[in-house]
């Protein structure tokens, strides 16, 4: 059974840096993907970026393009994401969410069959 813990959210200042992890446990196959959804109120949760850990590839929303990066620990049972030149628009709940295949295509909610509880972004202006 897939376990995804999340950790990291917090309220920071705009331009500040955020890092998001998501412990996740329990899958069977060696492919698989890791992603981080955002949610707002009233809205749908929204795809952030992507990571593939067989074979390294990430991906990332245009949004967070070229301020946001994956890591891992050395157990590599814990995935990262670093926020950096955080923005007020990235505030939200995030969610981590995991899939039995690799990250290429996917990036619709409906395609992840495992999700976290979700830990709360907070961004001040």
């Known amino acids: 059974q897939v376990l995804l813990v999340e950790s990291g959210g917090a309220s920071v200042q705009a331009g500040g840096s955020l890092r998001l992890s998501c412990a996740a446990t329990?899958?069977?196959?060696?492919?698989?993907?890791v992603a981080w959804f955002r949610q707002v109120p009233g809205k749908e949760r929204e795809w952030v970026a992507s990571?593939?850990?067989?074979?390294?590839?990430?991906y990332y929303h245009e949004s967070v393009q070229g301020r946001a990066s994956w890591s891992r620990d050395n157990a590599k049972t814990t995935y990262s994401l670093q926020l950096n030149k955080v923005k007020p628009e990235d505030a939200g709940m995030f969610y981590c969410?995991?899939?039995?295949?690799?990250?290429?295509?996917?990036?619709?909610?409906?395609?992840?069959?495992?999700w976290g509880r979700g830990t709360q972004v907070a961004v001040s202006s």
């Open positions: 969410a995991a899939a039995d295949t690799t990250c290429a295509g996917l990036w619709s909610p409906v395609e992840f069959p495992y």
């Open positions: 329990g899958f069977k196959y060696r492919s698989y993907c």
């Open positions: 990571f593939t850990p067989s074979s390294g590839l990430t």
